[in-house]
């Protein structure tokens, strides 16, 4: 049964949008609804076509010269009444390389490629971006596909695990942009589920670990003595306590560690099964690794994810270990967080510790990861059983539909979000 009623009320209270879909917006969520989703046990997979039009990019968003870096953190820090003065404290990433984060340009190339994939298979489907925090901001690309005649649109995060901002905030952010653009009732959006676990996204890092193990074999380093840190951006635990829905014990870190663990499990287990499918290479040994996190911020009082990727190296470099590999399991393309906090500063730990220090690529614009996400795209146009869809986890895959209470923000509660069950 699907319920659909997407427009404001006069007094703009709750607003329920296609509950088979469990989407919603409204400053405040309507008892109705509630009821409705209960009585109705909307599911969390979609298994039923679905004449999606047009896809969404939504990103991150970069700054693009000097003069943008101070207004792009402004608006990543809004409503937090941080000064400038601390602002561009923050901002020395940025200036290194020119005020120039690389993200858009990245985003640019995966629309492209995107863009690309889907005509190949013939889908039609045009696909626009928008980003969060610069230019293009996300109500523009919202705007600019209904004004070509979009209404049923399905939003892709270039963000692959569960938390406040790497997953319920984009939702939020396209709840935003139909309030912005005077949307609701007008168009759709549903959002792509987190895909950790996807085969197009797991495969360039099992790639890149496998290149990189090779090349350290090459260099005559023992694999014994080696260390893959596999990482990701840290998060306050609070957050991470309430990544996923709220109904599951997820271990410490929530959700979001939850999947970066199983992920970097099979990544690891899948490398080491193709080395040592190669006879050339000899005897293979089980090489240690560990989940870390980095890029963590906010006061030195709040507890964030631990440990640190620099002290990690540094720990395992007095361990005996002889070199790291650095896989950003946690990123899609190679932006800021990667050049600096990797490229550059654990680096620099590894260069201090006299260790070797090679880092893996990110799935970028790599063709087994965009073909991936098109199959992503495809499975909820053609409602594919959650049974027959391929993940690499026993965690996947994730839901379409969020459940309650998944991923709230500590800091400013619930709002209204798109595909998902309030609150």
Same mark, same amino acid.
């Given at each position: 049964m699907?319920i659909t009623n997407n427009?404001?009320d006069?007094h703009g209270?709750a607003?329920v949008?296609?509950l088979?879909?469990?989407t919603?917006?409204g400053e405040?969520?309507?008892r109705a609804?509630t ?8 599911p969390g997979?979609?298994e039923?076509?679905? #004449?999606y039009? %047009?896809? !969404?990019?939504a990103?991150?968003?970069?700054p693009?010269?000097?003069?943008d870096v !101070?207004?792009?953190?402004?608006n990543?820090t809004?409503g937090r009444g !941080?000064?400038d003065e601390? &602002?561009?404290?923050?901002?020395h990433?940025y ?6 984060s690389?993200i858009?340009?990245?985003?640019r190339?995966?629309? /492209?490629?995107?863009q690309?994939e889907?005509?190949?298979r ?8 928008? $980003?969060r925090n610069?230019?293009?901001?996300l109500p523009e690309a919202?705007q ?10 399905l939003g ?8 406040f901002?790497?997953c @319920?905030?984009y @939702?939020?952010d396209?709840? /935003?942009a139909?309030d ?7 168009m759709r !959006?549903d /959002? ?5 676990d996807?085969p197009g996204f797991? %495969? ?6 496998v290149? %990189? ?11 014994a003595? %080696? ?5 990701t951006?840290?998060i306050?635990t ?17 959700a979001?560690?939850a999947q970066h663990?199983a992920v970097?499990?099979?990544?690891m287990a899948k ?10 290479l000899?005897?293979i040994?089980?090489v240690e690794?560990q989940?870390?996190?980095?890029s963590r911020s ?5 507890p964030? &994810?631990e ?7 540094a720990d395992?470099a007095?361990?005996?270990?002889? #070199?790291? *590999?650095?896989?950003?399991?946690g990123?899609v393309?190679?932006?800021?967080? *990667?050049?600096?906090d990797?490229d550059?500063e654990?680096m620099?730990t590894?260069e201090e510790?006299g260790?070797?220090g &090679?880092?893996v690529?990110t799935?970028? *614009? ?12 495809e499975e909820?146009l053609?409602?594919?059983a959650? $049974? ?8 996947g895959p994730?839901?379409d539909v969020?459940?309650p209470?998944c991923?709230?923000?500590? @800091?400013?509660g619930?709002k209204p ?5 309030q609150?």
């Amino acid at each position: 049964m699907t319920i659909t009623n997407n427009k404001l009320d006069e007094h703009g209270k709750a607003v329920v949008v296609d509950l088979v879909d469990g989407t919603y917006a409204g400053e405040q969520f309507a008892r109705a609804a509630t009821d409705t989703a209960q009585q109705f046990a909307v599911p969390g997979h979609v298994e039923q076509p679905v #004449a999606y039009d %047009a896809v !969404i990019l939504a990103g991150f968003g970069g700054p693009e010269g000097q003069d943008d870096v !101070i207004p792009f953190l402004r608006n990543v820090t809004r409503g937090r009444g !941080i000064p400038d003065e601390r &602002l561009e404290e923050v901002a020395h990433h940025y200036r290194h390389f020119g005020g120039v984060s690389p993200i858009n340009e990245q985003n640019r190339q995966l629309q /492209k490629a995107l863009q690309a994939e889907a005509d190949r298979r013939g889908l039609g489907l045009p696909i626009y971006w928008g $980003n969060r925090n610069w230019d293009p901001y996300l109500p523009e690309a919202v705007q600019q596909a209904y004004d070509d005649g979009h209404r049923t649109v399905l939003g892709l995060a270039t963000s692959a695990y569960s938390s406040f901002s790497s997953c @319920r905030q984009y @939702r939020e952010d396209f709840a /935003k942009a139909l309030d912005a653009t005077g949307l609701w009732g007008e168009m759709r !959006i549903d /959002k792509v589920g987190q895909f950790f676990d996807s085969p197009g996204f797991v %495969a360039p890092f099992v790639t890149g670990v496998v290149d %990189a193990l090779r090349d350290l074999i090459a260099r005559g380093s023992d694999l014994a003595t %080696a260390r893959v840190l596999f990482a990701t951006h840290s998060i306050p635990t609070s957050d991470a306590e309430r990544s996923g829905p709220r109904d599951v014990d997820w271990g410490e870190g929530g959700a979001y560690a939850a999947q970066h663990t199983a992920v970097s499990e099979v990544i690891m287990a899948k490398a080491l099964a193709e080395l040592r499918a190669d006879e050339t290479l000899g005897e293979i040994p089980d090489v240690e690794w560990q989940l870390v996190y980095q890029s963590r911020s906010g006061p030195p009082t709040q507890p964030w &994810l631990e440990p640190d990727i620099n002290d990690a190296i540094a720990d395992h470099a007095t361990a005996g270990a002889t #070199a790291i *590999v650095m896989v950003p399991v946690g990123f899609v393309s190679d932006h800021m967080e *990667v050049m600096w906090d990797l490229d550059t500063e654990a680096m620099e730990t590894c260069e201090e510790h006299g260790v070797i220090g &090679l880092r893996v690529p990110t799935p970028g *614009v790599d063709p087994v990861y965009v073909s991936g996400l098109i199959d992503l795209v495809e499975e909820r146009l053609t409602g594919t059983a959650k $049974n027959d869809r391929v993940r690499e986890t026993e965690l996947g895959p994730w839901y379409d539909v969020c459940r309650p209470g998944c991923c709230e923000n500590v @800091r400013a509660g619930f709002k209204p979000a798109i595909s998902g069950l309030q609150p």
